[in-house]
């Protein structure tokens, strides 16, 4: 009598835990930012246009560290350039020498996302009053529902998390499901584990294997034995 096949497929699966992810592209640089302080008061930060850029967006914090996807505790998006520049303005921010400026900044260009992280400057002078842009780029902020680590998000339609799958953050960004499929008695079988995903150039890459292909295993391990999902 022969046996009847058993197709066990390794795959993995993800569970994003923080928001939805954006684009990647590797044909723009976002260039660096220009940080202007004024006085009395006043705070500037713009990037030369390029054409291609359809959206600027800059979270910051005052004195204190950021990173992405974390929202700022000033945040804007800037949806047109001004006399050559995608500028952020925050005109009523109050700053004094050494405070530092911890920031990331987000471009959309050609329709692909570009991440500039783990940003600092520090305030070491000031320029004369800051003038006032007739530009209406900046978008207004209207609260958000969403939530963003626990926190709200600061504004509806922010940028809440963004990836370009250069590396694989399974620390604190993705997280792996190990598991196999009871959900339905007409499931195949299928153990969900790490080695099937792997990222490369920007990309996410998740491929189906059968399980006797997999080290320690074979096609007669399929019918008799253990499958420990801790070794995964």
């Known amino acids: 009598m022969a046996r009847a096949s058993v197709l066990v497929l390794c795959v993995f699966a993800i569970h994003f835990v923080t928001g939805q992810s954006g684009q990647s592209g590797h044909a723009y640089e976002i260039p660096d930012v220009r940080v202007q302080v004024f006085q009395p008061k006043g705070l500037r930060m713009s990037i030369p246009d390029t054409p291609?850029?359809?959206?600027?967006?800059?979270?910051?914090?005052?004195?204190?560290?950021?990173?992405?996807?974390?929202?700022?505790?000033?945040?804007g998006e800037v949806l047109s350039p001004v006399n050559g520049r995608w500028t952020y303005d925050l005109p009523d921010l109050e700053l004094r020498v050494d405070d530092v400026i911890n920031y990331y900044i987000f471009v959309s260009f050609n329709g692909k996302g570009y991440l500039k992280d783990d940003l600092t400057f520090k305030v070491s002078k000031f320029d004369n009053e800051m003038e006032e842009t007739t530009?209406?780029?900046?978008?207004?902020?209207?609260?958000?529902?969403?939530?963003?680590?626990?926190?709200?998000?600061?504004?509806?339609?922010?940028?809440?998390f963004y990836d370009d799958f250069e590396s694989l953050d399974t620390a604190y960004v993705w997280q792996t499901e190990h598991k196999i499929a009871l959900d339905h008695p007409e499931y195949p079988f299928i153990s969900y584990h790490r080695s099937a995903v792997e990222v490369q150039k920007g990309n996410l890459i998740i491929k189906p294997r059968l399980q006797q292909t997999e080290p320690s295993y074979n096609a007669d391990s399929m019918y008799s034995g253990a499958l420990n999902l801790n070794d995964w």
Do not use: H
């Open 52 to 75: 291609g850029i359809g959206l600027m967006a800059i979270q910051l914090n005052l004195n204190r560290k950021i990173a992405s996807p974390i929202v700022g505790e000033y945040s």
């Open 135 to 160: 530009s209406p780029s900046v978008q207004e902020c209207r609260p958000s529902v969403t939530t963003v680590l626990g926190k709200p998000a600061r504004c509806l339609g922010d940028t809440i």
